[in-house]
Each structure stands twice: as C-alpha cells, then as structure tokens.
C-alpha cells in the first residue's frame, strides 16, 4: 500500500490460483471515517473494483482487531478469469490486505 495523500492510497495485489497470477493495483479513496473504529472506502482498477470497511476494535490494552470486508466486482474482457481467480483466492486476499494495512498502519505511527 502506498500513501498517495490524506484520503487517497494505492493498493497493489497479487491475486494467485495455483499457477496463474495477477497483481491487481487498485486506486483507494476514503469514503467516511468514524473515528476510532471504521473507515469506508472504494478502490477503482483496470479489471476490477471494490468497496469495503475496516472495522478497528481495541480488545486489550496493547490488543486490536481488525477485521476488514469488501466486495470485488470483476469488469472488462478478462471478467471471466478474474471471477475464477478471485474465487479460489478470496480468504487470502482479505488476509494478504489486512497484513498491509497493519504494517502501513505500524510504520505510520512511527513516523
């Protein structure tokens, strides 16, 4: 994930089925932030789109859940291909992105 400014990021994906792979880079923008606890967003891409939440919830003193949700909707010619991809890759692709967004997060606050 790369800042590109305060409401504004770009995500870049590796999307795998087995042997076939993508990277998926998606422009992000903020839709609405409900401070402490959940930031809206839409991403726009060449072969997909997506809109999603991540949700943020203290669970401990030094502890925080994340939970992050979105809806991929595939387009273009290659609509059919990333529909299989996206299928078979699903879980990992929310995890892959909660790991970025976690580390982006962390070196953010160091800063």
Avoid: C
């Amino acid at each position: 994930m790369t800042l590109i400014g305060p409401q504004s990021s770009r995500w870049k994906i590796e999307v795998r089925a087995g042997v076939i792979a993508q990277v998926v880079t998606l422009d992000v923008q903020i839709l609405e932030i409900k401070a402490p606890n959940r930031i809206q967003f839409v991403g726009k891409g060449r072969n997909v789109d997506l809109v999603g939440a991540l949700d943020i919830r203290e669970i401990g003193a030094n502890s925080t859940e994340v939970s992050f949700n979105a809806t991929v909707y595939s387009k273009g010619s290659l609509a059919p291909i990333i529909e299989i991809v996206m299928g078979h890759t699903a879980e990992n692709l929310t995890r892959q992105s909660v790991e970025r967004i976690k580390l982006a997060l962390v070196d953010n606050s160091s800063t």
